[in-house]
């Protein structure tokens, strides 16, 4: 069975500082997505990460996937306080069509 | 067009109520999903329909009746709800439910449910 893990789960930083958010899953899969929630809306796509080595970048948000080591990275770039929410990673399950999410790591970027 | 959207955005109903979810795509996306999230929890899978046929239920109770009349269709009937299935359905579809490029899910913007 599909497991998807984030940490952190919580990050509060400031305005201007790089930090960078972790996605592990458990087992071998193809795509990996990462999507952007804020409070009380839906899920917003904000990354789709399709091979190895795959690494996309817009504005202050990278994403990159090493799929031999199960684990992909959000990596925030010199924060500002509109990147405020909660990030999910999720996960394809090979062959079932099922969308696995990790936990979700809530952002807080403070001024 | 890559919207999904769902009917009602929010919604309240007491326990001995009938209602209906609705959630539509245009994309000729073959695969639709529901989504149950509860607050400050990942979204958890429902169903899945893939070319209108039911594909995956997650054990969900039978309080929960998805349907899909046709490829852009996608609804939740609910009838006889407990307080705790108060959450935030969401909808998603995408272009196939099994492995292939670019199945990447669009996600509706939700209904919120209260069960009083």
């Known amino acids: 069975e599909l497991k998807v893990e984030q940490n952190p789960l919580f990050l509060s930083m400031q305005e201007g500082k790089n930090y960078t958010i972790y996605c592990n899953y458990s087992?071998?899969?193809?795509?990996l997505y990462w999507y952007r929630q804020d409070p009380g809306k839906s899920l917003e796509s904000l990354f789709v990460l399709l091979s190895n080595g795959a690494v996309k970048q817009e504005g202050r948000l990278m994403a990159s996937l090493d799929t031999k080591a199960r684990l992909s990275t959000l990596h925030i770039t010199a924060a500002v306080h509109d990147l405020s929410a909660t990030y999910f990673c999720a996960v394809d399950e090979r062959n079932t069509g099922k969308l696995i999410f990790g936990q979700g790591t809530t952002l807080q970027v403070k001024p | 067009d890559t919207e999904v959207t769902q009917t009602p955005k929010h919604l309240v109903m007491g326990m001995t109520n009938k209602k209906s979810l609705k959630c539509e795509q245009h994309m000729g996306h073959r695969a639709m999903y529901w989504y149950k999230q509860k607050a400050k929890k990942p979204p958890e899978l429902m169903f899945v329909?893939?070319?209108?046929?039911?594909?995956i239920n997650e054990s969900v109770p039978s309080r929960f009746s998805p349907e899909c009349p046709n490829s852009s269709l996608l609804n939740l009937h609910l009838h006889a709800l407990q307080p705790e299935d108060s959450a935030l359905y969401l909808c998603a579809s995408s272009q196939d439910a099994q492995q292939q490029a670019n199945t990447e899910a669009f996600f509706g913007q939700g209904t919120r449910l209260t069960v009083v």
């Open positions: 087992t071998t899969s193809d795509r």
């Open positions: 329909y893939s070319y209108e046929k039911l594909s």
